[in-house]
């Protein structure tokens, strides 16, 4: 696949569930077997993942902070790329904190209805309360303020998120910023 920004290479998948050539495309590209439930909501053209939902907690319990994850290559790599050139403390830089804020809100708001639905149904399924299970916490890959990943923005922004982060990447790497330095050599990310 070439080295070149996904600007219109994605399209949005509503798959409910994942299937199993989808496990096994992840399982690939993560270097090991998910541990928990997710559906693939952006793919390639040919089909392979680009960005993952995750369920809000793992297969165990534990809660999962990353609700959407970029998986796919060369996108993965890419942003990379511009987060090991100072992209996070430029995105915050020009982006400001108080819209990045309402971001994180936006995504815990989306996770949360996904949690309430979850425990209303084992509630349901056990008789009673449902109990005070482990909650996931925090924004965009788990955290309130700032940005932690430019990943997980960009992997929102290309599942439909209204991410200014994530458009912020978008933007960038279109731009080129993603681009390996020719007269370096730069590491990859071959997980």
């Given at each position: ?131 005070a299970r482990p ?15 430019l990943h997980a ?39």
């Open positions: 696949m070439a080295e070149a920004p996904p600007t219109n290479a994605c399209f949005r998948a509503t798959a409910a569930a994942s299937l199993p050539e989808d496990v096994e495309a992840v399982t690939r590209l993560l270097g090991r077997r998910p541990q928990g439930a997710f559906a693939v909501v952006a793919r390639h053209e040919d089909g392979s993942p680009v960005v993952i939902r995750n369920e809000p907690r793992l297969d165990d319990g534990t809660p999962m902070p990353t609700r959407y994850w970029l998986v796919g290559e060369p996108e993965r790599t890419l942003v990379s790329r511009l987060e090991s050139r100072g992209g996070v403390g430029r995105v915050e830089a020009e982006i400001g904190l108080e819209a990045i804020a309402a971001a994180h809100e936006r995504y815990a708001a989306e996770r949360d209805a996904a949690l309430a639905a979850d425990d209303d149904d084992d509630a349901a399924a056990a008789g009673d309360s449902g109990g909650r996931p916490s925090g924004g965009v890959g788990g955290t309130r303020t700032g940005v932690k990943c923005h960009y992997a929102w922004h290309l599942a439909g998120g209204d991410d200014p982060v994530g458009r912020w990447v978008a933007a960038h790497l279109a731009a080129g910023e993603g681009a390996r330095h020719p007269e370096r050599q730069e590491p990859t990310d071959d997980r």
